[in-house]
C-alpha cells in the first residue's frame, strides 16, 4: 500500500510523473511542472496538445491513442513547449491505466534534450564521413567477405565509366577485372590469403579501357574477429604512371631518332660484359659509327634536313640488325651498335659491311638525294675488359683509324691502334708544353720563280723539337693541335716569327720583295678576329702585306662558305694575297673557285710527281694551268722532286716552283745563306 510519504516522494521524484485522461492533465507532480516552467496549478488548467509542439502533436496524440487501444507499454520522444515558449526534448514512457473507471495514460516523463544534443552530433559526423567519402576524389570500395561490392562511391564510379547499380551488389571479379585475367586474379587474391594491404591493380572501364589503380586495402572483422569483408581506398594512378614512364623512356632516349642514348647503350653495354665474366664462350662486338661529311650536309641543306639524315640513319641501322641487338645515338653524328650475341668475330665483320653496304643506296632529303656513309670502328666483348667504357673507347680507337684510312670503311680494333691511341695522349701534353718550352721551330723552303731561277720566296713550316723523339714533323702534331685548339696559339706563333724573319731578311739583304707564305689551318682562319690579329702582326713585325701569302685548302671552302669568303675579302683588301694549297687533292669544284677571291693555286705534288712517268700526267698539270689562267690566278708547282718535272713545268710556262729539287726546308741561317750567296736555278 502507498504510505502517506509517498506523493511527497512522487513529487521529487527526478522524473515527470503525469496522468492523462482526455488531453488533460489529471495528475502531474511538481518535478514535471518545474520542467515545463508551471506551476502545478497552471498545467491543472492547461490542454496537454498546448505543452506540445504543433508539429509533433498528431505523432504524439498517434501514440496515446496505441497506447489507449491496448498496445504494450511503450517510450516516444516529442518536443515539448515550455511556458516561456522554448521548446525541449522529451522522452514519455507510457502505460494505459483505469482512472475512476475510464481509459487514461499515465507517464515517466525525462528531458533528454542534452541525449538528442549528442545524438544530433554524432549522427551529422556520420553524415559528414559518408558525404566525404562520397565526394572524395579517392576511390572508395567496400566488399563483404565474398567479394560482392556493398559500397562504391563516386569516384569510383567516375573511373569505371559504369552506374552504380552496376557495380553495387556484383561481384568485384566479374565487374572489374578483364576476362582474361579473372581466373588468375580470383586465385591470387585467396591464395594471398591475407590480402596485401598495398596493391597495384588495372580495373576495366565499361569502355574496356584499362586504368592503373593504387590501392590500400583493410580487412573488416566481425564482432567475433572473423573477416566480413574488405575496405579499399584507391588511388588512379594511370596518368602519373605514363607520365613517370615517358621521363624514364626521355632519359633513356634520344629524342631526335628515339633511339637508345648514351646512358642506354652504357647499361646495356655493362650488364653484357658482366654477363661475359659471369659465362665466357660467347662473342659480343661493339661498333662505333661516325657519319661522313655529315657537317657538310649540315652546313648545305640545313639543319632541318641534316637531322632528317641522322634518322633515316638510324632506321637504316635497325633494319641491319636482329632484334637482341641495340642502336644507339650518342650525340651528334655518332652512333654506336652493340651486337649482343655474334657466332665469331668476322660475323661482327659482316654486320658492318652490311651496315655500309644498307647506307650505300642515296637518302631523299627534301626531294635531294644525298648520298652519306659511315666509318665504323669494331671492338670485340671480352672478359679483360674493366669497363663498358673502355671497349667503346677502342671501337673508338678503331674508329678514328677508318676515319683517318679515308671513311667509308669498317676497321677492327687491334692493340696496336690502343699504344698509338696513348702514344697520341702524351703527344698531346707534350704539345701543351712546347710553346712555353720554346721547342718550336720554322724551317724554310724556298719558292722558286722559273722564268729567273731566283729565290721569289719562302713557304714557312713549322717543325718540333722534341726534347725526346727529336725533330717531328708537321704532318705528325698538326692533325692533333687541329683537334685540340692547340692550333690556335702555335699558329699565331707562326704568323709571327715569319713576319719577323722575312722583314729581316727584307733589310739585312736589301730584298725588299722577298715574299712569305703562311700555312693556315681551318680552325685559324675561321676565328672571328683573325683579319685584326693578322692586320696586328704585320703591324708588329713592320711587313709589308703585300709581302704575305696566306696559304689555305679547299676543306675550308668546302665546309665554311660565306664567312671565309668575307675575310678574305678584308685580306685581300689589305693587299694580302691567298693562296690554295695542296689543290686537286680536296673536292673543290670549279664554282667554288669563283666564290673565293683567291690568288693562286698550288698545285698538288701528287699531280707534279706524275709529270713524265705518264702522257696524262703532264696534261693534268697543262689543264690545271689553262683552268688557273682562264680564272686569272698564278700557279705554283709544289713537291718539284727532279730534274725531268722542272724541265717540264718550264715547258708549260709554269711561273713558280717548290720542291725538293730546287730546296728542301732549311733553318732561317741555311736560308739566309742561299739568299745572301743569291744562288739561282739555271733558267732556260
Ligand atoms: P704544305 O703546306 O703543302 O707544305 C708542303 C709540304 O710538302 C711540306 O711538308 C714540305 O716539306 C713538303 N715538300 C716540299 N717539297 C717536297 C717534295 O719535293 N717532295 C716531297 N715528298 N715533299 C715535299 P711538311 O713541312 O712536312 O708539312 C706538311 C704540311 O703540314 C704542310 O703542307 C702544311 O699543310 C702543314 N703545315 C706545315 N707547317 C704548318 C703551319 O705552320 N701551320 C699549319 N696550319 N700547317 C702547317
Ligand atoms: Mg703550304
Ligand atoms: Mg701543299
Known amino acids: 500500500m502507498l504510505n502517506d510519504e509517498f506523493p511527497d516522494l512522487m513529487q521529487q521524484a527526478i522524473a515527470g510523473l503525469v496522468l492523462i485522461q482526455d488531453d488533460r492533465f489529471v495528475y502531474t507532480n511538481a518535478r514535471f511542472a518545474e520542467m515545463l516552467g508551471y506551476s502545478v496549478e497552471e498545467l491543472s488548467r492547461l490542454s496537454v496538445p498546448e505543452t506540445i509542439h504543433l508539429e509533433d502533436r498528431p505523432r504524439v496524440s498517434g501514440h496515446v491513442r496505441d497506447r489507449l487501444a491496448g498496445a504494450p507499454r511503450g517510450h516516444w520522444r516529442f518536443r515539448a513547449v515550455r511556458k516561456d515558449g522554448s521548446t525541449t526534448h522529451f522522452e514519455v514512457h507510457g502505460k494505459a491505466v483505469v482512472h475512476v473507471g475510464n481509459p487514461a495514460l499515465s507517464g515517466i516523463i525525462l528531458d533528454v534534450s542534452d541525449r538528442v544534443a549528442e545524438e544530433i552530433k554524432t549522427q551529422g559526423a556520420d553524415r559528414k564521413l559518408r558525404e566525404l567519402l562520397e565526394n572524395m576524389e579517392l576511390l572508395a570500395v567496400l566488399q563483404d567477405a565474398d567479394g560482392r561490392v556493398e559500397f562504391c562511391n563516386q569516384a569510383m564510379l567516375r573511373v569505371c565509366g559504369k552506374g552504380r547499380d552496376e557495380v553495387v551488389g556484383k561481384d568485384w571479379f566479374d565487374t572489374f577485372v578483364p576476362a582474361q585475367d579473372r581466373v588468375e586474379r580470383r586465385r591470387a587474391a585467396h591464395q594471398d590469403g591475407q590480402r596485401k594491404a598495398q596493391t597495384e591493380h588495372e580495373i576495366a572501364t565499361a569502355e574496356g579501357e584499362l586504368r592503373l589503380i593504387s590501392w590500400n586495402v583493410i580487412d573488416l572483422r566481425d564482432e567475433h574477429g572473423a573477416v566480413s569483408g574488405s575496405a579499399s581506398i584507391g588511388v588512379d594512378i594511370t596518368e602519373s604512371r605514363r607520365t613517370a614512364e615517358k621521363l624514364l623512356h626521355d632519359a633513356l632516349h634520344d629524342s631526335l631518332t628515339g633511339l637508345p642514348n648514351r646512358a642506354l647503350f652504357m647499361d646495356r653495354l655493362s650488364h653484357r660484359l658482366a654477363l661475359q665474366k659471369r659465362r665466357q664462350g660467347s662473342v659480343f662486338s661493339v661498333l662505333f659509327l661516325d657519319v661522313d661529311r655529315f657537317k657538310v650536309v649540315n652546313d648545305s641543306l640545313g639543319h632541318v634536313r641534316g637531322d632528317e639524315l641522322l634518322v633515316a640513319i638510324g632506321h637504316r641501322l635497325s633494319a641491319c640488325l636482329r632484334p637482341g641487338d641495340t642502336v644507339a645515338r650518342l650525340g651528334g653524328d655518332e652512333f654506336t651498335i652493340l651486337l649482343e650475341d655474334v657466332a665469331s668475330e668476322s660475323d661482327a665483320v659482316k654486320v658492318a659491311d652490311r651496315i655500309q653496304e644498307g647506307l ?19 671492338a670485340h666483348g671480352h672478359a679483360q675488359y674493366a669497363g663498358p667504357e673502355d671497349i667503346l673507347r677502342d671501337a673508338d680507337t678503331a674508329l678514328y683509324r677508318a676515319k683517318a684510312q679515308g671513311r667509308a670503311r669498317s676497321i677492327e680494333f687491334d692493340v696496336s691502334m690502343h699504344d698509338r691511341a696513348v702514344a697520341l695522349l702524351h703527344l698531346e701534353t707534350d704539345l701543351r708544353r712546347a710553346l712555353d718550352r720554346r721547342e718550336l721551330r720554322l724551317h724554310y723552303q724556298p719558292m722558286i720563280s722559273l722564268a729567273t731561277g731566283r729565290i721569289s720566296g719562302a713557304e714557312a713550316l713549322v717543325r718540333w723539337l722534341h726534347p725526346e723523339r727529336g725533330l717531328v714533323l708537321p704532318g705528325e702534331f698538326i692533325p692533333l693541335a687541329e683537334e685540340t685548339g692547340l692550333i690556335l696559339p702555335i699558329g699565331a706563333w707562326v ?9 729581316q731578311w727584307q733589310d739585312r739583304l736589301n730584298l725588299p720583295l722577298l715574299e712569305m707564305g703562311v700555312n693556315l689551318s681551318p680552325k685559324q682562319f675561321m676565328q672571328p678576329d683573325l683579319v685584326a690579329q693578322v692586320a696586328g702582326v704585320l703591324r ?86 689553262s683552268l688557273a689562267a682562264s680564272l686569272d690566278l698564278e700557279v705554283v708547282a709544289e713537291g718539284v722532286e727532279t730534274a725531268e718535272q722542272l724541265a717540264a713545268l718550264r715547258v708549260l710556262n709554269c711561273p713558280y716552283a717548290q720542291g725538293y729539287h730546287l730546296s728542301r726546308p732549311i733553318e732561317s741561317g741555311q736560308f739566309e745563306a742561299l739568299l745572301a750567296g743569291g744562288r739561282s736555278w739555271p733558267s732556260p
Open 495 to 503: 704568323l709571327v716569327e715569319a713576319c719577323r724573319q722575312a722583314r
Open 540 to 625: 708588329e713585325t713592320g711587313l709589308s702585306p703585300r709581302c704575305l701569302r696566306l696559304e689555305v685548302t679547299e676543306s675550308l671552302l668546302m665546309d665554311n662558305g660565306a664567312r671565309v669568303a668575307d675575310s678574305m675579302s678584308e685580306l685581300r683588301a689589305m693587299g694580302i694575297r691567298i693562296d690554295l694549297d695542296d689543290f686537286g687533292t680536296g673536292y673543290s669544284s670549279l664554282s667554288y673557285l669563283h666564290q673565293f677571291p683567291i690568288d693562286t693555286l698550288k698545285i698538288d705534288r701528287s699531280f707534279v710527281s706524275r709529270i713524265g712517268t705518264t702522257e696524262d700526267g703532264t696534261q693534268i698539270v697543262n689543264t690545271i694551268m
Open 360 to 378: 650505300r643506296a642515296p637518302f631523299l632529303l627534301g626531294g635531294q638525294e644525298v648520298f652519306s656513309g659511315v666509318s665504323i670502328g669494331i
